[in-house]
Nanobody, 124 residues
Framework: QVQLVESGGGVVQAGGSLRLSCAAS????????MAWFRQAPGKEREFVAS????????DYADSVKGRSTISRDNAKNTVYLQMNSLKPEDTAVYYC?????????????????WGQGTQVTVSS
């Protein structure tokens, strides 16, 4: 079992930056692929970024590519999402997710564990 707790959300002006963190419990964190998804009001939850078990492989949605960086610290059981040049359309609840496997996916059903989410609001 893996429990995930996100933090770092908040209100920021357009062009600003935020760093989201996701702390994981459980002995298998270093073997889990991790991802960030987001859900805006009235929209489906969508893929943002993923990272494999070692951190050597990452993947990004086109909407955040070049502005965001996903990383992980297996010693701290934590995954991060650094978001720069934020836009109002980045406003959403951001969720951390963990897979039972080490290779990531863009598909929501591929992830077995989810956090409660952290709100990111970007004002124009």
């Amino acid at each position: 079992q893996v429990q995930l707790v996100e933090s770092g959300g908040g209100v920021v002006q357009a062009g600003g930056s935020l760093r989201l963190s996701c702390a994981a419990s459980g002995r298998t964190f270093s073997s889990n692929a991790m991802a960030w998804f987001r859900q805006a009001p009235g929209k489906e939850r969508e893929f943002v970024a993923s990272i494999n078990w070692s951190g050597a492989s990452t993947d990004y949605a086109d909407s955040v590519k070049g502005r965001s960086t996903i990383s992980r610290d297996n010693a701290k059981n934590t995954v991060y999402l650094q978001m720069n040049s934020l836009k109002p359309e980045d406003t959403a609840v951001y969720y951390c997710a963990a897979r039972k496997f080490g290779y990531p996916s863009r598909d929501r059903p591929a992830y077995s564990y989810w956090g409660q989410g952290t709100q990111v609001t970007v004002s124009s």
